[in-house]
Protein backbone atom coordinates (compact mmCIF):
# COMPACT_ATOMS: atom_id res chain seq x y z
CA UNK A 1 0.00 0.00 0.00
CA UNK A 2 1.28 3.59 -0.83
CA UNK A 3 2.21 5.88 2.36
CA UNK A 4 -1.08 6.86 3.53
CA UNK A 5 0.38 10.74 4.76
CA UNK A 6 1.68 10.81 1.43
CA UNK A 7 -1.81 10.26 -0.08
CA UNK A 8 -3.39 12.80 2.20
CA UNK A 9 -1.50 15.07 0.48
CA UNK A 10 -1.95 14.56 -3.34
CA UNK A 11 -5.32 12.89 -3.26
CA UNK A 12 -7.45 15.84 -4.12
CA UNK A 13 -5.45 15.97 -7.48
CA UNK A 14 -5.77 12.13 -8.62
CA UNK A 15 -8.98 11.74 -11.24
CA UNK A 16 -10.62 8.19 -11.24
CA UNK A 17 -8.94 5.07 -13.17
CA UNK A 18 -10.09 5.13 -16.49
CA UNK A 19 -11.46 1.90 -15.97
CA UNK A 20 -12.49 2.46 -12.48
CA UNK A 21 -9.85 -0.30 -11.17
CA UNK A 22 -9.92 0.92 -7.36
CA UNK A 23 -6.71 0.09 -4.97
CA UNK A 24 -6.22 -3.36 -3.37
CA UNK A 25 -7.85 -2.42 0.35
CA UNK A 26 -11.60 -1.77 -0.98
CA UNK A 27 -11.75 -5.31 -1.73
CA UNK A 28 -12.34 -5.94 1.80
CA UNK A 29 -15.73 -4.06 1.97
CA UNK A 30 -16.60 -4.72 -1.34
CA UNK A 31 -19.90 -7.15 -2.04
CA UNK A 32 -17.77 -8.49 -5.06
CA UNK A 33 -14.78 -9.23 -7.21
CA UNK A 34 -14.34 -9.47 -11.06
CA UNK A 35 -11.13 -11.36 -10.27
CA UNK A 36 -13.04 -14.44 -9.31
CA UNK A 37 -13.92 -14.49 -13.07
CA UNK A 38 -10.41 -15.89 -13.61
CA UNK A 39 -10.47 -19.13 -12.32
CA UNK A 40 -7.48 -21.18 -11.55
CA UNK A 41 -5.76 -17.87 -12.16
CA UNK A 42 -7.02 -16.41 -9.05
CA UNK A 43 -4.55 -17.89 -6.73
CA UNK A 44 -1.78 -15.81 -8.64
CA UNK A 45 -0.66 -12.69 -7.01
CA UNK A 46 -1.21 -9.88 -9.43
CA UNK A 47 2.74 -8.88 -10.08
CA UNK A 48 2.99 -12.98 -11.28
CA UNK A 49 -0.28 -12.51 -13.62
CA UNK A 50 1.49 -9.51 -15.11
CA UNK A 51 4.52 -11.82 -15.67
CA UNK A 52 2.72 -14.19 -17.23
CA UNK A 53 1.32 -11.99 -19.54
CA UNK A 54 4.36 -10.56 -20.12
CA UNK A 55 5.19 -13.73 -21.96
CA UNK A 56 2.27 -13.17 -24.63
CA UNK A 57 2.46 -11.31 -27.97
CA UNK A 58 -0.17 -8.39 -28.94
CA UNK A 59 -3.10 -10.85 -30.47
CA UNK A 60 -2.75 -12.69 -27.45
CA UNK A 61 -2.82 -10.22 -24.87
CA UNK A 62 -6.22 -9.18 -27.07
CA UNK A 63 -7.76 -12.41 -27.04
CA UNK A 64 -7.16 -12.99 -22.99
CA UNK A 65 -8.54 -9.84 -22.45
CA UNK A 66 -11.54 -10.69 -23.83
CA UNK A 67 -12.27 -13.37 -21.56
CA UNK A 68 -13.21 -11.52 -18.96
CA UNK A 69 -13.19 -7.87 -17.36
CA UNK A 70 -10.61 -8.45 -14.73
CA UNK A 71 -8.49 -9.85 -17.42
CA UNK A 72 -9.18 -7.09 -19.68
CA UNK A 73 -8.58 -4.74 -17.24
CA UNK A 74 -5.09 -6.78 -16.76
CA UNK A 75 -4.41 -6.73 -20.05
CA UNK A 76 -4.37 -3.01 -20.32
CA UNK A 77 -1.69 -2.90 -18.11
CA UNK A 78 0.78 -0.07 -20.13
CA UNK A 79 3.74 -1.89 -19.40
CA UNK A 80 2.94 -4.39 -21.50
CA UNK A 81 2.31 -2.88 -24.61
CA UNK A 82 5.45 -0.66 -23.75
CA UNK A 83 7.69 -3.95 -23.58
CA UNK A 84 5.80 -5.09 -26.97
CA UNK A 85 6.44 -1.76 -28.95
CA UNK A 86 10.04 -1.64 -27.81
CA UNK A 87 10.61 -5.61 -28.67
CA UNK A 88 9.39 -4.48 -32.18
CA UNK A 89 8.87 -1.15 -33.44
CA UNK A 90 6.09 -0.90 -35.39
CA UNK A 91 7.51 1.11 -38.77
CA UNK A 92 5.23 4.45 -39.59
CA UNK A 93 3.77 4.41 -36.41
CA UNK A 94 1.95 7.52 -34.76
CA UNK A 95 1.68 8.33 -31.19
CA UNK A 96 -1.70 7.75 -29.97
CA UNK A 97 -1.36 8.28 -26.52
CA UNK A 98 -0.85 5.10 -24.80
CA UNK A 99 1.48 2.51 -25.20
CA UNK A 100 -1.66 -0.14 -26.49
CA UNK A 101 -2.56 2.12 -28.65
CA UNK A 102 0.14 2.98 -30.59
CA UNK A 103 1.23 -0.03 -30.74
CA UNK A 104 -2.22 -1.52 -31.86
CA UNK A 105 -3.10 2.10 -34.06
CA UNK A 106 -5.82 2.49 -32.33
CA UNK A 107 -7.53 5.86 -33.34
CA UNK A 108 -9.25 7.17 -29.83
CA UNK A 109 -12.56 6.71 -30.61
CA UNK A 110 -11.86 3.01 -31.01
CA UNK A 111 -10.24 2.01 -27.52
CA UNK A 112 -13.01 0.71 -25.45
CA UNK A 113 -14.07 1.61 -21.74
CA UNK A 114 -15.27 -1.06 -19.72
CA UNK A 115 -16.59 -0.70 -16.39
CA UNK A 116 -13.80 -2.42 -13.91
CA UNK A 117 -14.99 -0.60 -10.76
CA UNK A 118 -15.09 -3.78 -8.95
CA UNK A 119 -11.43 -5.32 -9.57
CA UNK A 120 -9.32 -4.11 -6.62
CA UNK A 121 -5.88 -3.65 -7.76
CA UNK A 122 -2.75 -2.08 -6.47
CA UNK A 123 -0.63 -3.68 -8.82
CA UNK A 124 -3.00 -1.91 -12.05
CA UNK A 125 -4.16 1.27 -9.64
CA UNK A 126 -0.31 1.98 -8.33
CA UNK A 127 1.00 3.22 -11.90
CA UNK A 128 -2.25 5.23 -12.53
CA UNK A 129 -1.69 7.15 -9.23
CA UNK A 130 1.80 7.98 -9.38
CA UNK A 131 1.26 9.25 -12.99
CA UNK A 132 -1.16 11.72 -11.38
CA UNK A 133 0.16 12.54 -8.03
CA UNK A 134 1.04 16.22 -6.94
CA UNK A 135 4.79 17.64 -7.39
CA UNK A 136 4.15 20.07 -5.30
CA UNK A 137 4.69 19.13 -1.99
CA UNK A 138 7.75 17.83 -2.44
CA UNK A 139 9.10 20.32 -4.43
CA UNK A 140 8.29 23.06 -2.46
CA UNK A 141 8.94 24.78 1.64
CA UNK A 142 12.65 23.23 1.22
CA UNK A 143 13.98 23.85 4.53
CA UNK A 144 16.22 26.75 4.50
CA UNK A 145 19.18 24.65 6.05
CA UNK A 146 18.65 21.77 2.38
CA UNK A 147 18.54 24.64 0.38
CA UNK A 148 21.35 24.43 -2.25
CA UNK A 149 22.92 28.22 -2.84
CA UNK A 150 22.06 30.50 -5.58
CA UNK A 151 24.59 32.74 -6.94
CA UNK A 152 24.42 35.29 -10.04
CA UNK A 153 27.69 33.59 -11.11
CA UNK A 154 31.79 32.36 -9.89
CA UNK A 155 35.30 33.17 -11.00
CA UNK A 156 37.14 30.27 -12.06
CA UNK A 157 39.23 31.02 -9.07
CA UNK A 158 35.91 30.79 -6.51
CA UNK A 159 34.96 27.84 -8.41
CA UNK A 160 38.56 26.21 -7.70
CA UNK A 161 39.09 27.97 -4.08
CA UNK A 162 35.59 27.13 -2.55
CA UNK A 163 33.00 25.21 -4.82
CA UNK A 164 34.45 22.09 -6.66
CA UNK A 165 32.44 20.04 -3.66
CA UNK A 166 29.39 22.22 -3.65
CA UNK A 167 26.45 21.87 -5.73
CA UNK A 168 24.86 25.35 -6.12
CA UNK A 169 22.84 27.33 -8.80
CA UNK A 170 24.59 30.20 -10.98
CA UNK A 171 21.37 32.35 -12.07
CA UNK A 172 23.39 34.46 -14.92
CA UNK A 173 25.79 32.72 -17.33
CA UNK A 174 23.00 30.35 -19.37
CA UNK A 175 20.90 34.06 -19.50
CA UNK A 176 23.15 34.97 -22.37
CA UNK A 177 23.46 31.84 -24.30
CA UNK A 178 21.93 32.15 -28.22
CA UNK A 179 20.02 28.71 -27.30
CA UNK A 180 18.50 29.96 -24.43
CA UNK A 181 17.21 32.74 -26.46
CA UNK A 182 15.96 30.93 -28.60
CA UNK A 183 14.97 27.34 -27.91
CA UNK A 184 11.53 26.26 -26.98
CA UNK A 185 9.62 22.32 -27.96
CA UNK A 186 8.16 24.82 -30.73
CA UNK A 187 10.97 26.53 -32.36
CA UNK A 188 12.80 23.31 -32.01
CA UNK A 189 10.17 20.68 -33.40
CA UNK A 190 9.54 23.80 -36.35
CA UNK A 191 13.27 23.30 -37.02
CA UNK A 192 14.10 19.61 -35.88
CA UNK A 193 10.73 17.74 -36.30
CA UNK A 194 12.74 14.86 -38.60
CA UNK A 195 15.81 14.91 -36.92
CA UNK A 196 15.92 11.13 -35.06
CA UNK A 197 16.77 11.51 -31.15
CA UNK A 198 17.78 9.20 -28.80
CA UNK A 199 14.83 8.96 -25.99
CA UNK A 200 16.08 5.65 -23.86
CA UNK A 201 15.73 2.84 -25.77
CA UNK A 202 13.81 4.30 -28.86
CA UNK A 203 15.34 6.75 -31.58
CA UNK A 204 12.61 8.93 -32.75
CA UNK A 205 12.59 11.97 -34.84
CA UNK A 206 11.46 14.48 -32.70
CA UNK A 207 7.81 15.48 -34.09
CA UNK A 208 7.16 11.65 -32.64
CA UNK A 209 8.68 12.78 -29.17
CA UNK A 210 6.40 16.02 -29.23
CA UNK A 211 3.54 14.12 -29.96
CA UNK A 212 4.61 11.86 -27.04
CA UNK A 213 5.38 14.71 -24.93
CA UNK A 214 2.33 16.35 -25.52
CA UNK A 215 -0.12 13.56 -24.52
CA UNK A 216 1.07 10.60 -22.44
CA UNK A 217 -0.01 9.70 -19.05
CA UNK A 218 3.35 7.56 -17.94
CA UNK A 219 4.28 7.31 -14.56
CA UNK A 220 8.04 7.29 -15.42
CA UNK A 221 7.89 9.58 -19.21
CA UNK A 222 9.88 8.40 -21.90
CA UNK A 223 13.04 11.03 -21.68
CA UNK A 224 14.89 12.40 -24.23
CA UNK A 225 18.57 12.09 -23.52
CA UNK A 226 20.24 12.42 -26.76
CA UNK A 227 24.28 12.71 -26.70
CA UNK A 228 25.35 13.46 -30.49
CA UNK A 229 22.90 16.16 -30.38
CA UNK A 230 25.71 18.89 -31.30
CA UNK A 231 26.41 17.25 -34.69
CA UNK A 232 22.80 15.84 -35.64
CA UNK A 233 21.79 19.96 -34.51
CA UNK A 234 24.55 21.28 -36.60
CA UNK A 235 25.50 23.81 -33.10
CA UNK A 236 28.80 25.17 -32.86
CA UNK A 237 29.75 25.46 -29.21
CA UNK A 238 32.46 27.57 -27.73
CA UNK A 239 32.98 30.93 -26.24
CA UNK A 240 31.74 33.91 -28.10
CA UNK A 241 35.42 35.34 -28.68
CA UNK A 242 36.25 32.20 -30.64
CA UNK A 243 32.93 31.10 -31.62
CA UNK A 244 31.41 33.91 -32.97
CA UNK A 245 28.28 31.49 -34.14
CA UNK A 246 28.53 29.52 -31.01
CA UNK A 247 24.61 28.01 -29.58
CA UNK A 248 26.49 28.30 -26.37
CA UNK A 249 29.53 27.68 -24.26
CA UNK A 250 30.40 25.86 -21.00
CA UNK A 251 30.25 28.82 -18.31
CA UNK A 252 33.18 30.13 -17.56
CA UNK A 253 33.58 29.14 -13.80
CA UNK A 254 33.75 25.26 -14.22
CA UNK A 255 37.27 26.08 -15.92
CA UNK A 256 39.06 23.48 -17.71
CA UNK A 257 38.06 19.84 -18.44
CA UNK A 258 40.84 17.22 -17.72
CA UNK A 259 39.76 14.83 -20.17
CA UNK A 260 40.02 17.33 -22.54
CA UNK A 261 43.28 15.87 -23.24
CA UNK A 262 42.06 12.19 -24.63
CA UNK A 263 40.69 14.56 -27.85
CA UNK A 264 38.46 12.51 -29.63
CA UNK A 265 39.05 9.67 -27.73
CA UNK A 266 37.23 11.32 -24.52
CA UNK A 267 33.90 9.52 -23.24
CA UNK A 268 30.53 10.93 -24.19
CA UNK A 269 30.35 15.14 -22.65
CA UNK A 270 27.13 16.40 -23.42
CA UNK A 271 23.60 15.77 -23.58
CA UNK A 272 20.65 17.48 -24.50
CA UNK A 273 17.52 16.52 -22.38
CA UNK A 274 14.22 17.15 -23.02
CA UNK A 275 11.20 16.06 -21.28
CA UNK A 276 7.43 16.13 -19.89
CA UNK A 277 6.01 17.54 -16.40
CA UNK A 278 7.42 14.04 -14.18
CA UNK A 279 9.95 12.74 -16.44
CA UNK A 280 13.74 13.22 -14.64
CA UNK A 281 16.90 10.85 -13.49
CA UNK A 282 16.54 8.54 -10.86
CA UNK A 283 18.86 8.34 -8.19
CA UNK A 284 22.49 8.09 -9.51
CA UNK A 285 26.29 9.35 -9.08
CA UNK A 286 27.70 10.92 -12.89
CA UNK A 287 29.49 8.65 -14.91
CA UNK A 288 33.37 7.90 -14.06
CA UNK A 289 33.61 10.10 -11.08
CA UNK A 290 32.85 13.08 -13.19
CA UNK A 291 31.50 16.43 -12.17
CA UNK A 292 28.47 17.98 -14.70
CA UNK A 293 26.88 21.15 -14.81
CA UNK A 294 23.06 20.93 -15.82
CA UNK A 295 21.94 23.90 -17.72
CA UNK A 296 17.88 24.64 -17.97
CA UNK A 297 16.71 26.25 -21.28
CA UNK A 298 13.02 25.79 -20.84
CA UNK A 299 10.92 24.72 -17.73
CA UNK A 300 12.44 23.86 -14.33
CA UNK A 301 13.93 21.20 -12.44
CA UNK A 302 13.73 19.41 -8.64
CA UNK A 303 17.17 18.45 -7.86
CA UNK A 304 17.78 16.43 -4.80
CA UNK A 305 20.98 15.63 -3.35
CA UNK A 306 23.68 13.63 -1.24
CA UNK A 307 27.24 13.91 -0.72
CA UNK A 308 29.41 10.61 -1.47
CA UNK A 309 30.95 9.32 1.66
CA UNK A 310 32.21 6.10 2.97
CA UNK A 311 31.31 7.04 6.19
CA UNK A 312 27.16 7.79 5.07
CA UNK A 313 24.70 5.14 3.49
CA UNK A 314 22.89 5.81 -0.04
CA UNK A 315 19.89 7.83 -0.01
CA UNK A 316 17.25 6.35 1.63
CA UNK A 317 15.29 3.90 -0.69
CA UNK A 318 18.77 3.11 -2.59
CA UNK A 319 20.74 0.13 -2.38
CA UNK A 320 23.96 -0.53 -3.81
CA UNK A 321 25.52 -3.58 -4.45
CA UNK A 322 29.22 -3.86 -2.26
CA UNK A 323 31.59 -3.05 -5.28
CA UNK A 324 29.10 0.14 -6.07
CA UNK A 325 28.20 -1.03 -9.23
CA UNK A 326 24.72 -2.21 -8.79
CA UNK A 327 22.20 0.71 -7.91
CA UNK A 328 18.37 -0.35 -6.44
CA UNK A 329 16.15 2.05 -6.67
CA UNK A 330 13.09 -0.44 -7.57
CA UNK A 331 10.78 2.67 -7.76
CA UNK A 332 9.80 5.20 -10.15
CA UNK A 333 10.51 8.95 -9.44
CA UNK A 334 7.07 9.68 -8.02
CA UNK A 335 7.26 6.24 -6.11
CA UNK A 336 10.44 7.30 -4.64
CA UNK A 337 8.94 10.91 -3.75
CA UNK A 338 5.66 8.84 -1.80
CA UNK A 339 7.74 6.72 -0.06
CA UNK A 340 11.33 8.02 1.00
CA UNK A 341 11.05 11.79 0.68
CA UNK A 342 10.53 12.93 3.84
CA UNK A 343 12.61 10.81 5.17
CA UNK A 344 15.38 12.13 3.13
CA UNK A 345 14.77 15.79 3.84
CA UNK A 346 15.46 14.81 7.25
CA UNK A 347 18.72 13.29 6.53
CA UNK A 348 21.63 15.12 7.22
CA UNK A 349 23.51 16.01 3.67
CA UNK A 350 20.49 16.45 1.82
CA UNK A 351 20.71 19.32 -0.38
CA UNK A 352 17.65 20.51 -2.51
CA UNK A 353 16.91 23.30 -5.13
CA UNK A 354 14.43 23.99 -8.04
CA UNK A 355 16.54 25.06 -11.31
CA UNK A 356 14.71 27.07 -13.34
CA UNK A 357 14.84 28.16 -16.98
CA UNK A 358 17.99 30.14 -17.50
CA UNK A 359 20.25 28.98 -14.59
CA UNK A 360 22.82 26.18 -14.23
CA UNK A 361 23.34 23.80 -11.58
CA UNK A 362 26.65 22.24 -10.69
CA UNK A 363 26.61 18.54 -9.41
CA UNK A 364 29.92 18.02 -8.04
CA UNK A 365 31.93 14.88 -8.55
CA UNK A 366 30.16 11.56 -6.34
CA UNK A 367 27.07 13.29 -5.16
CA UNK A 368 23.82 10.65 -5.56
CA UNK A 369 21.09 13.22 -7.35
CA UNK A 370 17.30 12.63 -8.17
CA UNK A 371 15.79 15.31 -10.83
CA UNK A 372 12.51 15.81 -12.04
CA UNK A 373 11.20 18.38 -14.28
CA UNK A 374 8.37 20.26 -12.60
CA UNK A 375 7.68 21.63 -16.13
CA UNK A 376 7.41 20.11 -19.49
CA UNK A 377 11.46 21.41 -20.10
CA UNK A 378 14.91 21.75 -21.99
CA UNK A 379 17.84 21.14 -20.90
CA UNK A 380 21.96 20.67 -21.79
CA UNK A 381 24.24 19.04 -19.37
CA UNK A 382 27.85 18.76 -19.63
CA UNK A 383 30.62 16.44 -17.64
CA UNK A 384 33.81 17.08 -16.86
CA UNK A 385 36.73 16.26 -14.50
CA UNK A 386 37.69 19.74 -12.97
CA UNK A 387 41.47 19.78 -10.74
CA UNK A 388 40.32 18.96 -7.44
CA UNK A 389 38.70 16.24 -9.03
CA UNK A 390 41.26 14.91 -10.96
CA UNK A 391 42.41 12.40 -8.57
CA UNK A 392 39.08 10.61 -7.51
CA UNK A 393 38.80 10.13 -11.49
CA UNK A 394 42.01 8.61 -11.60
CA UNK A 395 40.78 6.28 -8.82
CA UNK A 396 37.83 4.99 -10.41
CA UNK A 397 39.25 4.26 -13.89
CA UNK A 398 41.73 2.33 -12.36
CA UNK A 399 39.95 0.37 -9.59
CA UNK A 400 36.58 0.54 -11.20
CA UNK A 401 37.29 -0.66 -15.28
CA UNK A 402 34.14 -2.83 -15.27
CA UNK A 403 32.38 0.49 -14.35
CA UNK A 404 33.49 2.72 -16.84
CA UNK A 405 31.62 4.05 -19.25
CA UNK A 406 31.04 5.93 -22.19
CA UNK A 407 33.92 5.57 -24.09
CA UNK A 408 34.06 4.25 -27.76
CA UNK A 409 34.33 0.78 -27.58
CA UNK A 410 37.61 0.81 -29.82
CA UNK A 411 39.33 2.91 -26.68
CA UNK A 412 41.06 0.18 -24.86
CA UNK A 413 42.14 0.67 -21.53
CA UNK A 414 40.73 4.20 -20.93
CA UNK A 415 42.66 4.23 -17.63
CA UNK A 416 46.26 4.01 -18.74
CA UNK A 417 45.45 6.23 -22.03
CA UNK A 418 44.30 8.83 -19.41
CA UNK A 419 47.79 8.61 -17.80
CA UNK A 420 49.89 8.85 -20.43
CA UNK A 421 47.90 12.40 -22.24
CA UNK A 422 48.25 13.56 -19.01
CA UNK A 423 51.84 12.44 -18.54
CA UNK A 424 52.73 14.77 -21.45
CA UNK A 425 50.19 17.96 -21.20
CA UNK A 426 50.01 18.06 -17.14
CA UNK A 427 52.60 15.95 -15.68
CA UNK A 428 52.36 18.38 -12.60
CA UNK A 429 48.71 17.55 -11.96
CA UNK A 430 49.43 13.83 -12.58
CA UNK A 431 52.38 14.05 -9.74
CA UNK A 432 50.11 15.53 -7.24
CA UNK A 433 47.29 13.29 -7.99
CA UNK A 434 49.26 10.41 -7.18
CA UNK A 435 50.52 11.51 -4.08
CA UNK A 436 47.46 11.75 -2.91
CA UNK A 437 45.97 8.28 -3.59
CA UNK A 438 49.16 7.00 -2.37
CA UNK A 439 48.42 9.27 1.27
CA UNK A 440 45.49 8.04 1.31
CA UNK A 441 46.53 4.26 0.71
CA UNK A 442 48.55 5.02 3.39
CA UNK A 443 46.66 6.57 5.80
CA UNK A 444 43.96 3.75 5.26
CA UNK A 445 46.86 1.18 5.55
CA UNK A 446 47.67 2.82 8.76
CA UNK A 447 44.19 2.48 10.39
CA UNK A 448 43.69 -1.40 8.87
CA UNK A 449 46.98 -2.12 10.90
CA UNK A 450 46.34 -0.24 14.00
CA UNK A 451 43.19 -2.11 14.32
CA UNK A 452 43.92 -5.45 12.96
CA UNK A 453 47.92 -5.81 13.90
CA UNK A 454 48.42 -3.41 16.81
CA UNK A 455 50.93 -1.70 14.75
CA UNK A 456 51.01 1.96 15.06
CA UNK A 457 52.56 4.54 12.46
CA UNK A 458 55.96 4.27 14.11
CA UNK A 459 56.25 0.70 12.93
CA UNK A 460 56.79 1.90 9.32
CA UNK A 461 55.47 -0.69 6.84
CA UNK A 462 53.95 1.54 4.48
CA UNK A 463 52.30 1.03 1.01
CA UNK A 464 55.11 1.16 -1.77
CA UNK A 465 54.47 4.13 -4.49
CA UNK A 466 52.49 3.27 -6.92
CA UNK A 467 53.87 2.36 -10.56
CA UNK A 468 51.93 2.86 -13.72
CA UNK A 469 48.60 2.13 -12.33
CA UNK A 470 46.87 1.44 -8.54
CA UNK A 471 45.11 -0.91 -7.61
CA UNK A 472 43.87 0.43 -3.65
CA UNK A 473 40.70 2.58 -2.74
CA UNK A 474 40.50 5.69 -0.77
CA UNK A 475 38.53 8.56 0.48
CA UNK A 476 34.86 9.72 0.24
CA UNK A 477 33.40 8.10 -2.63
CA UNK A 478 32.47 4.95 -0.30
CA UNK A 479 35.18 2.94 -1.89
CA UNK A 480 36.60 -0.03 -0.26
CA UNK A 481 40.29 0.18 0.51
CA UNK A 482 41.66 -3.14 -0.70
CA UNK A 483 44.72 -3.83 2.16
CA UNK A 484 46.94 -6.92 2.73
O1 LIG B 1 18.18 16.79 -16.11
C1 LIG B 1 18.22 15.68 -15.57
O2 LIG B 1 17.30 14.87 -15.62
C2 LIG B 1 19.48 15.29 -14.84
C3 LIG B 1 20.43 14.65 -15.74
C4 LIG B 1 21.56 13.99 -15.03
O3 LIG B 1 21.60 13.87 -13.85
C5 LIG B 1 22.65 13.47 -15.80
O4 LIG B 1 22.73 13.73 -17.00
O5 LIG B 1 23.51 12.80 -15.22
FE1 LIG C 1 23.48 12.95 -13.32
Redesign the pocket.
Known amino acids: MLDPTAQDISQDAIPCHPLGVKPSGNALLAAWNLRSAIGAFNILPDELIITVLELLDGAALLNIGRTCKAFYAFTRAEELWKALFIRSIPSGFSWRGTWRSTFLNLPESQVSILDCSHLFSDTLHRPFYCAHISLDPYVTKIPVRNAIPRLPDLSPEEFQESWTDKPFILTEPVRAWPVYQTWSVEALLEKYGDTVFRAEAVDWPLRTYGDYMHNNSDESPL ?1 L ?1 DRAFVSKMGLKVGKPDEEPDAAYWPPSCFGEDLFSVLGNDRPDRQ ?1 L ?1 I ?1 PER ?3 TF ?1 K ?2 NATS ?1 W ?1 A ?1 LRGS ?1 Y ?1 IMFPSSSKLPPPPGVYVSEDQSEVTSPLSIAEWLLGFHAEARRTPGCVEGICAAGEVLH ?1 PSGWW ?1 L ?3 IEP ?1 I ?1 I ?1 Q ?1 FIPRAHLTAALDFLSRKADQISGFRKDVHDPYERFVKQLQVSHPDLLEQAYEQLKQKSEGKKRKWDELVHGKTAEDGNNADAPEGGFSFGFGDDGSDVEVP
Do not use: E
Open positions: YFWIGSGSHDPANVKWVHVVNSATN
